[in-house]
């Protein structure tokens, strides 16, 4: 279940439920969930790189009616990334670029973050991280076009590459028992640059709460 913005710069939230069916093989080998399917063939002791398939949201015109009217709607995409991921002791630090189509474009994240084991059954852990992105990327969004802006109530809007956001994690892993894991998941992005000054962002600080219940086979 998840509880957050329409999309990127939205004033109104929405709830989703969204089932999904995750495989994770010999630490990241194989994996397959909703962020994509995919693999880490180079693994070392601290290390690991790999690739992956996924597919972008995109954004309906017809979900929001008051603030979209005239934009059009951007296409879903299915996006091929790189990433990483580097552990020293209990700090994670992961990036990830990803390529969509000319929707989408381009965008590259970095992250760091760390776990606190509270109980055998309780974890706790914490993140900040930051999102770039190209001029594909932030005109699709956040960008205003000049037959959008004839037909909406928005003026023209060039948005540009660079930092789009950054954002801090804070959750609970809890294991119900050995089959069953629940997870409480609290995030908060703050939009920066063209990105928070486009008239089409309405708001910047955009929080969201995740609420997960998983059972493993």
């Known amino acids: 279940m998840i509880y957050g913005p329409a999309y990127d710069g939205s004033d109104e939230y929405k709830l989703k439920v969204v089932p999904t069916i995750s495989v994770d093989y010999e630490d990241g080998l194989?994996?397959?969930?909703?962020?994509?399917?995919?693999?880490?063939?180079?693994?070392g002791e601290n290390y690991k790189l790999?690739?992956?398939?996924?597919r972008s949201f995109g954004r309906e015109e017809s979900k929001d009616r008051?603030?979209?009217?005239?934009?059009?709607?951007?296409?879903s995409s299915t996006t091929i990334s790189l990433m990483g991921e580097y552990g020293f002791g209990p700090v994670d630090i992961s990036g990830k670029l990803t390529k969509g189509n000319s929707d989408y474009g381009t965008t590259a994240t970095?992250?760091?973050?760390?776990?606190?084991?509270?109980?055998n059954d309780l974890m706790?852990?914490?993140?900040?991280?930051?999102?770039?992105?190209?001029?594909?990327?932030?005109?699709?969004?956040?960008?205003?076009?000049?037959?959008?802006?004839?037909?909406?109530?928005?003026?023209?809007?060039?948005?540009?590459?660079?930092i789009k956001s950054v954002g801090v994690n804070a959750g609970a892993f809890y294991a119900l028992t050995k089959e069953?894991?629940?997870?409480?998941?609290?995030s908060a992005d703050k939009l920066l640059g063209d990105a928070a000054d486009s008239p089409i962002t309405h708001k910047d600080f955009q929080p969201s709460l995740f609420l997960m219940t998983s059972y493993k086979f």
């Open 66 to 75: 008051k603030n979209l009217r005239g934009m059009g709607d951007i296409d």
């Open 110 to 119: 970095m992250e760091i973050g760390t776990r606190f084991p509270i109980t």
């Open 50 to 54: 790999g690739a992956s398939i996924g």
């Open 124 to 162: 706790l852990m914490t993140s900040a991280g930051l999102t770039w992105a190209d001029d594909d990327h932030m005109n699709s969004y956040f960008g205003v076009s000049s037959v959008q802006a004839a037909r909406s109530s928005y003026r023209r809007y060039q948005a540009e590459s660079g």
């Open 180 to 186: 069953v894991d629940m997870a409480l998941m609290l």
């Open 30 to 43: 194989f994996f397959a969930g909703i962020g994509g399917i995919g693999s880490y063939p180079i693994q």
